[in-house]
């Protein structure tokens, strides 16, 4: 979600100012406030007080207009293995698989437990960590068929799969649209090999171009690299 404020309204920049939701279907709604203006009427007064009497209004103010308006959900899951340490990340990750399939027990066990925490439609599922693109498409088909038993999942959301060059190819590309994962997020932090070696990532400049090549026809539209 990306927010812009114009503080330049007809009062203190603590009380006015105008924000643009961007959401990721490109809807964009805005909402224009002003210490001038009156609070539509099925505002609260507990609400009316936090809105005009907070010193920093404008925040206050934000975060009325999206509770009010937009009620979005997404889940993400972390997949904590990857098969070398990048020299530049400080995210929770292990270089061996060895408790792989415990992990992957327990979070569908959590998915199971936490199916109460929001009523709301999941627009959004990411995978990410890590180096999800490790998982087997199976392990993959169980994770997100687990989800969509305990959770109420938007028939378009976006699904997110973080994915590294030397795991792509055609075939297994193809799998992960057959899954359901419709966006892939290339971890391609440079096609320059000196920097490759620098950063030890677990590619080279060559796979990260035969990555998107593969990636293209398998069918995917909606990527990033």
């Known amino acids: 979600m990306h927010w812009l404020l114009d503080l330049n309204s007809c009062c203190s920049p603590s009380d006015c100012g105008v924000v643009v939701v961007s959401l990721p279907e490109k809807r964009y709604c805005k909402g224009y406030f002003c210490c001038a203006q009156s609070l539509p009427a099925s505002t609260s007064r507990k609400q009316q007080n936090n809105i005009r009497e907070n010193p920093l209004g404008i925040t206050t103010k934000l975060h009325w207009f999206v509770q009010k308006h937009f009620r979005l959900a997404g889940i993400y899951i972390h997949i ?38 929001t009523a709301e439609t999941i627009e959004t599922i990411y995978f990410g960590a890590g180096t999800p693109s490790l998982l087997e498409p199976t392990e993959l088909n169980s994770i997100l068929a687990k989800l969509h038993q305990h959770f109420q999942i938007e028939q378009n959301a976006e ?58 026809n398998a069918g995917f539209r909606n990527y990033s690299i």
């Open 80 to 117: 904590p293995f990857c098969r070398k340490a990048c020299h530049y990340c400080n995210f929770h990750f292990s270089t061996s698989l060895q408790l792989k399939n415990e992990f992957l027990a327990a979070l569908l066990k959590e998915i199971e437990l936490t199916q109460g925490n």
């Open 159 to 216: 699904i997110t799969l973080e994915a590294n060059p030397d795991d792509i190819h055609l075939s297994k590309a193809r799998t992960w649209l057959d899954a359901g994962i419709n966006r892939l997020s290339i971890g391609i932090q440079s096609f320059r090999e000196t920097d490759l070696q620098w950063m030890n990532r677990s590619h080279t400049a060559e796979q990260a171009l035969h990555a998107i090549n593969d990636i293209q």
